[in-house]
């Protein structure tokens, strides 16, 4: 069980930050050993909790000890993790100004001892905690990686559209540029150019309007390959491997993002949308309900989600995707005042919705009703 969890952290840490290679370092240290201490703090806690006797001393409730004991422990947890990793890794887990919360940076300094409190660390998460960390760190998180384009390559291939990166290199008068775009497809006569744009998931209101305003910025920087490969669509033709005697009627762009977007639609001439909703269309998977039990009642009648994929298809999933549509209608924006500020709040209103009966049991009635639900 262990094991099998700590491969699903692997692979969420690898989307959250858009490489595959665990080998890269944040502060001299690699993003493995990074998570292998994150994992030594969650298993400490829960084996401290298990063994507790007495809740009336510090030492039975935390985990305390010097620094030396802490970095010697980590080392016997990975024995990849030199003396040196370990005193880095300790000494940016302990608890200080900067820090958001006793998950992102577990170890309290008191006097010369640093203590652990289990009963908040033993079920953390360590792929959320290490993002959550670096963001509030400063860490610089920049990895070039292509793991995010071979998902998404991959999935487009599962239906039969064959996509591909495309680099050109263009010569000016005074220099030479780089122009490339993550993955190309032609569909219908449709010309498709898509950025894959991997984003640390934000966690704050301060960490949302960074990442508003980083889209924004790689938009724009998208946005000058995506012109160039729709004014040169022969070297596109070329590149694909396709006849030059194709037409191409329509170019759309896109901009996927790793994380999960609350909106979606038209920026400045390019679709913007996540990579949840854009596997759910690829998929072929629209919204349904559920019962208790996981099954699965109605799905959301959508042209869009039906038959094979089009190119007019893809536009009409692109211009309102269902599953961002339903996250939007779950927000409820009030104003508040409070003295002579005024303050837009958007809350999340989620009505617990359970259907557990025979399907035959349901009547044309009822069955409207959950449809509706959808809608």
């Known amino acids: ?144 990686g292509y793991e995010f384009e071979k998902r998404l390559k991959k999935k487009l291939q599962e239906v039969g559209i064959c996509a591909e990166q495309i680099a050109s290199h263009p010569k000016n008068k005074t220099n030479k540029s780089n122009r490339e775009s993550d993955l190309i497809f032609i569909l219908n006569r449709t010309l498709f150019i898509v950025e894959c744009k991997s984003i640390v998931p934000p966690y704050t209101i301060k960490d949302h309007a960074k990442t508003n305003s980083k889209i924004i910025n790689e938009i724009e920087k998208f946005k000058v390959n995506a012109d160039y490969f729709s004014e040169n669509k022969d070297l596109v033709l070329k590149k694909l491997n396709k006849k030059k005697d194709i037409e191409i009627k329509e170019v759309v762009k896109i901009f996927v993002t790793s994380s999960t977007l609350g909106v979606a639609g038209l920026f400045n001439d390019i679709y913007v949308i996540d990579e949840a909703a854009l596997n759910a269309f690829i998929s072929r998977n629209p919204p349904v309900v559920r019962d208790t039990d996981m099954n699965i009642y109605f799905r959301q009648e959508n042209w869009a989600f039906e038959g094979k994929i089009t190119a007019a298809k893809f536009k009409e999933f692109l211009r309102n995707p269902p599953s961002l549509k339903a996250m939007e209608d779950m927000l409820v924006r009030e104003w508040k005042t409070v003295g002579n500020l005024h303050i837009l709040r958007y809350s999340k209103n989620m009505p617990s919705k359970f259907l557990n009966v025979s399907v035959d049991d349901i009547d044309k009635d009822e069955q409207q009703y959950w449809q509706s639900i959808l809608e």
């Open 1 to 144: 069980m262990r094991k099998r969890a700590n491969y699903i952290s692997f692979v969420q840490i690898q989307r959250m930050l858009g490489t595959e290679n665990m080998d890269n370092k944040i502060w001299t240290v690699s993003l493995e050993k990074w998570m292998n201490a994150y994992f030594f703090i969650k298993e400490l806690s829960s084996k401290k909790l298990k063994k507790r006797r007495n809740i009336n001393k510090l030492s039975e409730l935390c985990v305390v000890h010097n620094k030396s004991w802490w970095v010697k422990e980590l080392m016997k947890y990975d024995s990849s993790i030199t003396e040196k990793e370990a005193m880095k890794i300790i000494n940016v887990f302990t608890f200080d100004g900067n820090s958001k919360d006793l998950i992102d940076n577990p170890l309290i300094a008191f006097k010369d001892q640093l203590v652990l409190v289990p009963s908040i660390t033993f079920q953390l998460l360590p792929e959320i905690a290490l993002v959550s960390m670096f963001t509030h760190k400063g860490a610089q998180v920049n990895f070039k």
